[in-house]
C-alpha cells in the first residue's frame, strides 16, 4: 500500500537506514527474566512504536492539501491507533493489569528521555 503509493508519484525506495529510536527502545528491553517478562516488553517494544506512528499520521492527515494523501493518511492513522491499544490490551490480559501498568510507565519515562535527545533532529520513529 505504501510501495504504490510511492510509485505513484515517481519515487523509489532507498536502502533501509538504522532507527536510532527503534534501536534504544530495543535496547531497554528485557533480555533476562522469564517468558511472560520478556513477552511484555516485546508488546510494550511494538505498542510503543505504534503510538508514535499513530500521532506522525495524525499531523500528517491534518496538515496536508493532498486530499487522496490526507485520506491515506487518516486511514494508516486509524490502523496504527488499533494496532497500538491491542498491544496494550494484551500486556494487561497476560501479565496483569498492576505489573503491566508499573513497567509501562517505565517504558514512557525511558521513551521520554530518548525523545529528549533527539531534539528537532529529523527520524521515522521518533
Same mark, same amino acid.
Given at each position: =500500500?505504501?510501495? %504504490?503509493? &510511492?510509485?505513484? +508519484?515517481?519515487?523509489?525506495?532507498? +536502502?533501509?537506514?538504522?532507527?536510532?529510536?527503534? !534501536?534504544?527502545?530495543?535496547?531497554?528491553?528485557?533480555?533476562?527474566?522469564?517468558?511472560?517478562?520478556?513477552?511484555?516488553?516485546? &508488546?510494550?517494544? $511494538?505498542? =510503543?512504536?505504534?503510538?508514535?506512528?499513530?500521532? +506522525?499520521?495524525?499531523?500528517?492527515?491534518? !496538515?496536508? !492539501?493532498?486530499?487522496?494523501?490526507?485520506?491515506? /493518511?487518516?486511514?494508516?492513522?486509524? $490502523?496504527?491507533? !488499533?494496532? /497500538? @491499544?491491542?498491544? &496494550?490490551?494484551?500486556?494487561?490480559?497476560?501479565?496483569?493489569?498492576?505489573?503491566? %501498568?508499573?513497567?509501562?510507565?517505565?517504558?514512557?519515562? =525511558?521513551?521520554? %528521555? #530518548? #525523545?529528549?535527545?533527539?531534539?528537532?533532529?529529523? @527520524?521515522?520513529?521518533?
Amino acid at each position: =500500500m505504501v510501495h %504504490e503509493k &510511492l510509485l505513484e +508519484r515517481g519515487f523509489v525506495l532507498g +536502502r533501509e537506514r538504522k532507527d536510532e529510536y527503534v !534501536n534504544r527502545l530495543y535496547d531497554f528491553m528485557r533480555k533476562g527474566g522469564n517468558r511472560e517478562q520478556q513477552l511484555l516488553d516485546r &508488546l510494550f517494544f $511494538s505498542a =510503543m512504536i505504534e503510538a508514535r506512528s499513530c500521532e +506522525r499520521f495524525k499531523v500528517l492527515s491534518e !496538515n496536508i !492539501n493532498d486530499e487522496g494523501l490526507k485520506k491515506f /493518511y487518516h486511514e494508516l492513522m486509524i $490502523s496504527e491507533a !488499533n494496532h /497500538y @491499544t491491542v498491544y &496494550l490490551s494484551f500486556a494487561r490480559q497476560y501479565a496483569g493489569q498492576e505489573d503491566a %501498568e508499573a513497567r509501562w510507565e517505565e517504558w514512557l519515562v =525511558m521513551e521520554g %528521555e #530518548i #525523545i529528549k535527545d533527539f531534539g528537532k533532529k529529523e @527520524t521515522v520513529h521518533g
